[in-house]
């Protein structure tokens, strides 16, 4: 049984950093690319960053590129992601998941080519 589960959220004021972790199990890791996704009340969930199996390409979303940094550690089967500058309406449910594409496929931004999916966990980030 595959299980993603989410790590690292909490309240934290505009400015300030959280990292997030995401704990794999039940897959083999390095086989599946990650994505970061996040869902803000009342929005659609969105695009936040994906990484390569073996961590070497990352793609990140416009408004977060320079201020969130995603990285793994396959020995570990954990994905990361760094939150620097945080800004209010980075306040969302962030969630990782699994996805058997590869990032230069394009396709890591959809939420149609994840295979597995976290539960999420909550970042707030105060103004």
């Known amino acids: 049984q595959v299980q993603l589960v989410e790590s690292g959220g909490g309240l934290v004021q505009a400015g300030g950093s959280l990292r997030l972790s995401c704990a794999a199990s039940?897959?083999?890791?390095?086989?599946?690319?990650m994505g970061w996704f996040r869902q803000a009340p009342g929005k659609e969930r969105e695009f936040v960053a994906a990484?390569?199996?073996?961590?070497?390409?990352?793609d990140y979303e416009d408004s977060v590129k320079g201020r969130f940094t995603t990285s793994r550690d396959n020995a570990k089967n954990t994905v990361f992601l760094q939150m620097n500058s945080l800004k209010p309406e980075d306040t969302a449910v962030y969630s990782c998941?699994?996805?058997?594409?590869?990032?230069?496929?394009?396709?890591?931004?959809?939420?149609?080519?994840?295979?597995?999916w976290g539960q999420g966990t909550q970042v707030t980030v105060s103004s």
């Open positions: 998941a699994a996805s058997l594409s590869s990032v230069r496929s394009g396709r890591l931004s959809r939420l149609t080519a994840y295979d597995y």
């Open positions: 990484i390569s199996r073996y961590g070497r390409v990352m």
């Open positions: 039940g897959l083999t890791f390095s086989s599946y690319a």
